[in-house]
């Protein structure tokens, strides 16, 4: 018994709560809920690829022209190259202000392998902006659930939206462009904390991930500021978001993603702890009473989710294992599912109400 609840169950002290296994964006599994951003200049082929062994759950490419692919840009053309060499699902980031051109552009990309479209509705850069692309759909939020919906329309991948707070710090409206995006068809929202003004000073404010998180039913993906896995953890705590997108906290630093990786994924039991608990449970088996020797003394059920936690032992999913007999204090000592593992968020700490914007 000692044996089961030290080496392999109950005592998993460093296990955080509040970090969920996965991130459901519609169809796409994103596990670990943690994302590699889009970063324009940086988040190319090449760099996409090397980031993908890291263990990281999500990347997304830099943001690509909508106008451009239709000029046939070879930059947009190289762009939609990228799913076919990275391994993990790839978000490809498109930027514009019409409509029916981003819905072009997401269906070049859906042909090309893309997991997910995401919307650009963040970049501040003046030429981006001067085309009513990026930040400038947070000032015309019927335009951008225009796109959202016609760009739903047209793929059948998932639909995100990446974008910020607001434009400054007076016009903060992001749940308001939020429920907006949401109604329209969105499948997710990605917030990097500040305004569009901020560019990338002061601090981004988690306070109002978690506002959008209140208040919305799609996925909220966090971002801003992550730079170290208890970044990632104390985002996930304090904002309650679904996934975290990492972005300048990754540069030169592909490693934090397994460090993250490696603190999601649930851990059972090493191939030799399972092997000496077989091996004491049929060794125990003379000690049993007879009924109990009628049942097999290690059993191992299928769940429904989860990763396996026994490689080899059961290829074919999660595994519980339950040797009954073992169990005096509680019977039925099983390895969890990946959602226990890593907890529920049911008892993280609540904020103070939303204000008059929600
Ligand atoms: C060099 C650079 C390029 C970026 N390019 C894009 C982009 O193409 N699309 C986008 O939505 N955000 C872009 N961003 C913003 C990042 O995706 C992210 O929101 C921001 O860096 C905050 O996250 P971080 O604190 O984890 O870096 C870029 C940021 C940097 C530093």
């Known amino acids: 018994m000692e044996f089961f609840e030290e080496e392999c169950f109950f005592k998993q002290p460093d296990r955080d709560p509040y970090v969920g296994g996965l991130c459901r ?17 940086v988040t190319d082929g090449p760099f996409l690829e090397v980031v993908s062994r890291f263990g990281v759950g999500m990347v997304t490419t830099e943001m690509m022209s909508a106008e451009g692919l239709r000029r046939n840009d070879p930059s947009c053309r190289r762009m939609l190259r990228v799913p076919s060499r990275v391994p993990i699902p790839v978000a490809i980031q498109i930027f514009g202000a019409a409509p029916d051109v981003m819905a072009e552009a997401a269906r070049a990309a859906q042909d090309s392998g893309a997991a ?3 919307i650009n509705a963040g970049c501040p850069i003046r030429k981006i902006v001067r ?39 007076n016009s903060i409206h992001v749940v308001q462009v939020c429920r907006m995006i949401q109604d329209a068809g969105a499948d997710a929202v990605t917030v990097h904390a500040r305004t569009a003004r901020q560019i990338y000073t002061g601090k981004a404010d988690w306070w109002w991930i978690r506002r959008l998180k209140d208040n919305l039913s799609i996925p909220v993906i966090g971002n801003g500021d992550v730079t170290c896995p208890s970044d990632f953890h ?9 996934a975290v997108m990492i972005g300048r906290g990754a540069l030169g630093n592909p490693w934090l993603f397994r460090a993250i990786a490696d603190q999601c994924r649930p851990r059972g039991p ?39 936690p026994f490689p080899g032992k059961n290829s074919t999913g999660p595994s519980v294992i339950t040797p009954s007999f073992l169990c005096t204090k509680n019977p ?19 904020l103070p109400p939303c204000g008059p914007e929600s």
């Open 116 to 118: 997910v479209i995401d």
């Open 131 to 169: 085309q009513g692309a990026g930040a400038a759909l947070i000032r015309e939020p019927d335009r951008l659930a225009r796109i959202v919906d016609t760009v739903k329309r047209a793929v059948t991948i998932p639909v995100t939206v990446k974008t910020r707070l607001g434009w400054d710090q």
């Open 25 to 41: 964006i519609g169809t796409v599994e994103v596990a670990p809920p943690v994302i590699m951003a889009p970063m324009a200049g």
């Open 332 to 350: 039925k000592p099983s390895v969890p599912s990946a959602n226990i593992w890593c907890g529920t968020q049911k008892d993280a700490p609540t």
């Open 270 to 308: 090493s191939a030799s702890s399972l092997e000496t608990a077989a091996q004491t449970a049929f060794t125990g088996g003379e000690h049993r009473t007879p009924s109990a020797q009628r049942t097999a003394p290690l059993r191992l059920k299928k769940t429904q989710s989860g990763p396996n």
């Open 234 to 242: 104390r985002m996930m705590r304090e904002t309650r978001c679904n």
